[in-house]
């Protein structure tokens, strides 16, 4: 009697596993292409994700993703053609019926899941029916609605889970490759609230139209100059490359961290960065050194400093230096290592004193600088309080790093604050314990007179090289800029 229930018991469970393999099966593979007025889109699903909303533009390697889907699967729309006419009609400033639009594309998704629903149920039902048939010869009836019963569920989660639902706020932006700037331009076409779904649909299933000409009302930020912002490479010469196509022969900021104590053995290491920037321009961290500092001015670096630039010889310049024609001064890491005390850890934490000496030194300078650069966002704190109090009247853009999280933060309508995050992905000593994202930014900007027009924020996974971009716009007031996402961090050195 028990060994006949133990084996009616694994003849349930194969039964059921194999109804759910048809079904899963049947969404793996089954697809749909809808033309739409503007173009033509491809819908699919796959499980195994976290439940999400996928609008993916093969054509320029990005896409958006949104939550709101409740089975863990991904429910992805690709947009495949763009109507040549559409396109046309954009560049030379027409319109297109973007409400039609979206209810062609909500209808579209909706025929896709209406369908699939069927397409699972007769899957699941002849996967577990043909084992049924198999384990008991002649299927019993009970067998029969075991697969019957499964499928039926497996049709009613896709129909009443796969559906996004609720709010579809706070979208994930993201591409795959190294070609983030062209995902970043495309989405420069994109005015989006990023509240609601038929926001999005809007914006990508149009928008992506009106990348044959510039977005009305706004600066085309796509002939400005750039300049890349990073940190925190802690040895970690592997992301150098990454670095340095980022860059592609612009001016690099770098906001310290390059080593992890500063020894004259890892400056050795790390002298190849000082020819990823043109120029490369440093200011020093907590884990970086003064030999470090002297080393890297002989071989071309611009390492700025509480005193003025670091010259040959130990001798100091301008405090104020121009750099591709912007204002720029740096304010040193006041726990930076030095070589007479062994390169000790002298903490990471700024003291309240500090704090107030970085204020003093900033106060003078207001009017005469462009660009901060700082690498503990910390030390800045008591500086950035008398900024929202009394914002200044001209553009100022404060360079950190030191949290390893990419960020930007909005004082007032003229200071802002951008953070690369760890161009290192937390340093050679992490990779290990799988390391962290790869961080870092991009801000385009106007020279005369000095304006931030647009900053990148840019997270790549080391492990799959995927990548994530958002664009932030700082010649709007805060709060009409897309709010950041907040990246994906795990535990580092600091």
Excluded: C
């Excluded at 949104?66 to 559409?86: E, K, N, Q, W, Y």
């Excluded at 029916?129 to 049709?155: K, M, N, Q």
């Excluded at 650069?373 to 009247?393: F, G, I, K, S």
């Amino acid at each position: 009697m028990a060994a006949r229930r133990v084996r009616a018991g694994l003849t349930v469970l194969l039964v059921v596993a194999a109804t759910l393999a048809g079904g899963a099966g049947a969404m793996a593979l089954f697809t749909l292409e809808r033309d739409l007025s503007v173009g033509q889109i491809h819908i699919s699903s796959d499980l195994g994700h976290e439940g999400a909303l996928d609008l993916y533009v093969p054509l320029v390697d990005w896409g958006v993703r949104f939550g709101g889907v409740r089975m863990p699967a991904r429910l992805s729309v690709d947009v495949r053609t763009i109507d040549r006419d559409t396109a046309a009609r954009l560049a030379e400033a027409g319109t297109v019926d973007v409400e039609a639009v979206r209810r062609e594309a909500t209808d579209a998704i909706a025929a896709y899941i209406r369908i699939l629903v069927g397409v699972v149920f007769v899957s699941a039902l002849a996967l577990g029916g043909l084992v049924a048939f198999a384990l008991r010869g002649p299927p019993h009836p009970w067998t029969l609605a075991v697969a019957g019963g499964t499928a039926v569920a497996a049709a009613l989660a896709v129909a009443l889970l796969l559906p996004p639902r609720g709010d579809l706020g706070e979208p994930e932006y993201y591409a795959h490759g190294p070609d983030i700037p062209r995902a970043l331009d495309a989405l420069e076409g994109v005015r989006s609230s990023a509240e609601r779904l038929r926001d999005e649909l809007d914006a990508q299933l149009v928008g992506v139209a009106r990348l044959v000409s510039a977005p009305g009302g706004r600066r085309d930020a796509s002939d400005l100059p750039r300049l890349t912002v990073a940190s925190d490479l802690h040895n970690n010469v592997v992301s150098l490359p990454t670095l340095e196509r980022a860059a592609r022969g612009g001016p690099l900021l770098f906001a310290g961290d390059l080593t992890d104590r500063g020894s004259p053995l890892e400056v050795s290491l790390v002298r190849r960065i000082v020819r990823a920037g043109n120029p490369f321009v440093l200011v020093a961290g907590n884990h970086d050194s003064d030999v470090l500092l002297r080393r890297l001015v002989r071989e071309g670096a611009i390492v700025l400093g509480t005193d003025g630039r670091l010259l040959p010889g130990g001798r100091r310049g301008d405090v104020v230096v121009r750099v591709a024609g912007l204002r720029i001064a740096g304010y040193d890491d006041p726990n930076m290592r030095l070589a007479r005390d062994g390169y000790a850890d002298r903490g990471a934490s700024p003291t309240p004193d500090e704090q107030e000496n970085f204020a003093l030194w900033l106060r003078p300078l207001l009017g005469k600088v462009d660009v901060v650069m700082v690498h503990d966002p910390a030390l800045a704190a008591v500086a950035l309080d008398e900024l929202r109090t009394d914002p200044p009247r001209q553009p100022l853009l404060f360079v950190t790093g030191h949290t390893h999280r990419t960020g930007l933060e909005r004082i007032g309508e003229t200071v802002a604050v951008v953070n690369g995050g760890t161009i290192g992905g937390g340093g050679s000593g992490n990779l290990a314990e799988g390391g962290q994202d790869v961080g870092l930014a991009q801000v385009a900007f106007e020279r005369r007179p000095f304006a931030p027009i647009v900053a990148d924020l840019v997270e790549i996974d080391p492990g799959t090289g995927s990548s994530r971009a958002e664009r932030h716009r700082l010649d709007v007031p805060p709060g009409d800029d897309r709010a950041a996402t907040q990246p994906r961090t795990s535990g580092g050195r600091r």
